[in-house]
């Protein structure tokens, strides 16, 4: 992993922490959604996001790549801010440009899949590494291919993703992600929308990709996946993070009321 | 419901024994009688009267002055077509701006351009000099850069240019807003989520999708443009109206050349309408499209009245 510390010691933070977050707030007007929210994923673990809808996980989850702008608090992403700038003991606000290229290194996998329709498989790939990092297209393509291999769709690289059932479609809007050799993926809800049948494909795809060390955070409902493949469960209700730790010991034995009747209705 | 009480035992009926005989439709066929037999009158009165005078129609149909004032009419549709697609564009974005400074001007504009007549605004341009003297361009600390007299400016040419494009800028920004509203927001959370930064994300993933839903209305604009060029012989633009004008003001084969210009504009906005279909397609090349051409489209189906009977 790419670890720099240069943002780390200022916080205090230990320099193997991917993802920091301390006292995350955020509010849509009057509807305060977020309400100090606190987590740190360290590089090379998967952290597991539950809670029941309305909790704030997706909105935390799209705090992380600065889709959201948080009100207060310290977000931090591989010891630096992702739209802020920090000098002294001020923030400055980036330009959208600089926001993007710290974008392009936190990779994002929808619910919706949000593919782009008028572009194959492959376009869909390649555009963020040719037109964003400016790979030269022929390496580019290779890498796709080699990328489509990894998520089980070699022989879909033409097709245009309508054509696609939705499981192939999320490996796809995976493999996209990864051409971007992102530090970490957030998931949100990725299997959500999915037919129950289809669920396997994709959960297994994520499965390799956590043997393979990369750093995830996923916003779910699958507690059997959490449970298989999380380093850290993160229950959130209200705003808050209610109870967090290791997956196993929270699903057998959780010490928050609210952690137990929310497990007990999903389980 | 009691059909079996009699006791009659039902023999058990093979699949493939069984046919389906179609519904009939005696009057669906009377009244194509009736529409064939009017079609059949009126181009035969439209043949036989003299007044029609056909043999000067085909006389004026290649003259010069029709062809150059052909020429003048698509010109004027194709210049005005891209400055109103420009401004249009620009307009569009402005008003899909977070910022009520940029989105309120932009709606006042479409609201005073697209909400009045074409044809007042086209006089109004025209007689601009009559309330502007001259156009200066006057920059505090430089001075008088330059300064032009409205009436050498403002030639009826300039006039239909600016009076046509400002109109059509305000359906354009319609047009273009529709369409990009019409893109999902998932759209610009994945591309943005990927780095892409708004000029690039705008480009290469909004306005290609938006484009689909663009395309049609705007053929239909521009088509609706050519016929709308037609109000600048109001203003001694030598458009194809104005040419055909000119000639029957001296010889008064009036209707005649009005027929002459009624084929040219169905010509050309038959032409256009094939364009739109290529460019469509181009714009939806990832829907399964079965590989009808626009003339199949159109003419196809003319004789199979009873498509729906057999698919069935």
């Given at each position: 992993?790419?670890?720099?510390?240069?943002?780390?010691?200022?916080f205090?933070?230990?320099?193997?922490?991917?993802?920091?977050?301390?006292?995350?707030?955020?509010?849509?007007?009057?509807?305060?959604?977020?309400?100090?929210?606190?987590?740190?994923?360290?590089?090379?673990?998967?952290?597991c996001?539950?809670?029941?809808?309305?909790?704030?996980?997706?909105?935390?989850?799209?705090?992380?790549?600065?889709?959201?702008?948080?009100?207060?608090?310290?977000?931090?992403?591989?010891?630096?801010?992702?739209?802020?700038?920090?000098?002294?003991?001020?923030?400055?606000?980036?330009?959208?440009?600089?926001?993007?290229?710290?974008?392009?290194e936190?990779?994002?996998?929808?619910?919706?899949?949000?593919?782009?329709?008028?572009?194959?498989?492959?376009?869909?790939?390649?555009e963020?590494?040719?037109?964003?990092?400016?790979?030269?297209?022929?390496?580019?393509?290779?890498?796709?291919?080699?990328?489509?291999g990894?998520?089980?769709?070699?022989?879909?690289?033409?097709?245009?993703?309508?054509?696609?059932?939705?499981?192939?479609?999320?490996?796809?809007?995976?493999?996209?992600?990864?051409?971007?050799?992102?530090?970490?993926?957030?998931?949100?809800?990725?299997?959500?929308?999915?037919?129950?049948?289809?669920?396997?494909?994709?959960?297994?795809?994520?499965?390799?990709?956590?043997?393979?060390?990369?750093?995830?955070?996923?916003?779910?409902?699958?507690?059997?996946?959490?449970?298989?493949?999380?380093?850290?469960?993160?229950?959130?209700?209200?705003?808050?993070?209610?109870?967090?730790?290791?997956?196993?010991?929270?699903?057998?034995?959780?010490?928050?009321?609210?952690?137990?009747?929310?497990?007990?209705?999903?389980? | 419901?009691?059909?079996?009480?009699?006791?009659?035992?039902?023999?058990?009926?093979?699949?493939?024994?069984?046919?389906?005989?179609?519904?009939?439709?005696?009057?669906?066929?009377?009244?194509?009688?009736?529409?064939?037999?009017g079609l059949?009158?009126?181009?035969?009165?439209?043949?036989?009267?003299?007044?029609?005078?056909?043999?000067?129609?085909?006389?004026?149909?290649?003259?010069?002055?029709?062809?150059?004032?052909?020429?003048?009419?698509?010109?004027?549709?194709?210049?005005?077509?891209?400055?109103?697609?420009?401004?249009?564009?620009?307009?569009?974005?402005?008003m899909?701006?977070?910022?009520?400074?940029?989105?309120?001007?932009?709606?006042?504009?479409?609201?005073?351009?697209r909400?009045?007549?074409a044809?007042?605004?086209?006089?109004l341009?025209?007689?601009?000099?009559?309330?502007?003297?001259?156009?200066?361009?006057?920059?505090?600390?430089?001075?008088?850069?330059?300064?032009?007299?409205?009436?050498?400016?403002?030639?009826?040419?300039?006039?239909?240019?600016?009076?046509?494009s400002?109109?059509?800028?305000?359906?354009?920004?319609?047009?273009?807003?529709?369409?990009l509203?019409?893109?999902?927001?998932?759209?610009?959370?994945?591309?943005?989520?990927?780095?892409?930064?708004?000029?690039?994300?705008?480009?290469?993933?909004?306005?290609?999708?938006?484009?689909?839903?663009?395309?049609?209305?705007?053929?239909?604009?521009?088509?609706?443009?050519?016929?709308?060029?037609?109000?600048?012989?109001?203003?001694?633009v030598?458009?194809?109206?104005?040419?055909?004008q000119?000639?029957?003001?001296?010889?008064?084969?009036?209707?005649?050349?009005l027929?002459?210009?009624?084929?040219?504009?169905?010509?050309?906005?038959?032409?256009?309408?094939?364009?739109?279909?290529?460019?469509?397609?181009?714009?939806?090349?990832?829907?399964?499209?079965?590989?009808?051409?626009?003339?199949?489209?159109?003419?196809?189906?003319?004789?199979?009245?009873?498509?729906?009977?057999?698919?069935?």
């Amino acid at each position: 992993m790419n670890i720099t510390a240069k943002g780390h010691h200022r916080f205090g933070i230990p320099p193997e922490t991917m993802v920091y977050a301390s006292e995350v707030r955020k509010s849509f007007g009057a509807l305060d959604v977020l309400k100090g929210v606190s987590i740190s994923v360290a590089a090379g673990t998967v952290a597991c996001i539950i809670g029941p809808s309305g909790s704030g996980k997706s909105t935390f989850l799209r705090c992380i790549n600065h889709l959201e702008e948080i009100n207060g608090g310290l977000l931090l992403v591989d010891g630096d801010f992702v739209g802020y700038r920090l000098a002294g003991d001020k923030l400055y606000e980036l330009p959208p440009s600089a926001i993007c290229k710290r974008r392009a290194e936190i990779g994002m996998v929808f619910q919706q899949f949000n593919l782009f329709p008028h572009m194959t498989v492959l376009e869909n790939i390649i555009e963020a590494p040719v037109r964003v990092r400016g790979e030269p297209v022929a390496q580019a393509k290779a890498r796709a291919v080699e990328i489509l291999g990894r998520v089980g769709l070699a022989a879909k690289h033409n097709v245009y993703p309508r054509h696609l059932s939705g499981g192939q479609q999320q490996r796809v809007a995976i493999a996209r992600a990864l051409a971007m050799n992102p530090k970490v993926i957030l998931f949100d809800e990725p299997t959500s929308a999915l037919d129950p049948e289809l669920v396997g494909e994709v959960l297994e795809v994520m499965k390799d990709l956590a043997r393979d060390g990369i750093t995830m955070i996923v916003v779910t409902h699958e507690i059997g996946f959490a449970r298989e493949v999380a380093d850290q469960l993160i229950f959130m209700d209200g705003g808050v993070v209610v109870e967090s730790g290791d997956p196993r010991e929270i699903i057998a034995n959780p010490q928050n009321p609210r952690t137990r009747e929310f497990l007990a209705r999903v389980l | 419901m009691n059909a079996n009480a009699s006791g009659a035992r039902l023999e058990p009926v093979a699949a493939k024994t069984l046919t389906v005989v179609p519904l009939r439709h005696p009057w669906r066929w009377v009244a194509v009688g009736i529409v064939l037999l009017g079609l059949a009158g009126l181009t035969a009165s439209v043949v036989t009267n003299p007044q029609f005078q056909w043999p000067v129609v085909a006389s004026y149909l290649f003259h010069e002055r029709i062809l150059n004032g052909l020429t003048m009419t698509i010109i004027l549709t194709v210049v005005v077509m891209i400055l109103a697609t420009i401004i249009g564009t620009i307009a569009a974005l402005m008003m899909i701006s977070d910022s009520k400074l940029l989105s309120l001007p932009a709606a006042l504009f479409v609201w005073l351009f697209r909400g009045s007549p074409a044809l007042v605004q086209l006089m109004l341009w025209y007689n601009l000099s009559l309330v502007f003297r001259s156009i200066t361009l006057w920059i505090p600390g430089v001075g008088t850069v330059f300064s032009i007299d409205t009436n050498s400016l403002m030639t009826p040419m300039t006039a239909a240019i600016i009076a046509l494009s400002l109109h059509e800028a305000g359906y354009m920004a319609e047009i273009v807003r529709g369409g990009l509203k019409s893109v999902s927001n998932g759209q610009t959370e994945a591309a943005a989520s990927l780095g892409m930064k708004p000029s690039l994300l705008l480009r290469r993933i909004v306005l290609p999708q938006a484009m689909r839903m663009i395309i049609p209305p705007t053929g239909n604009e521009t088509i609706n443009l050519l016929k709308t060029t037609s109000l600048v012989s109001i203003i001694a633009v030598s458009d194809l109206l104005y040419s055909a004008q000119s000639i029957y003001a001296r010889t008064f084969e009036t209707i005649p050349l009005l027929i002459v210009v009624t084929i040219w504009y169905l010509a050309v906005v038959s032409v256009m309408s094939v364009g739109q279909y290529y460019l469509e397609r181009n714009f939806s090349r990832d829907e399964t499209h079965v590989a009808i051409g626009p003339l199949t489209r159109v003419f196809g189906n003319l004789f199979s009245l009873r498509t729906k009977e057999t698919r069935a």
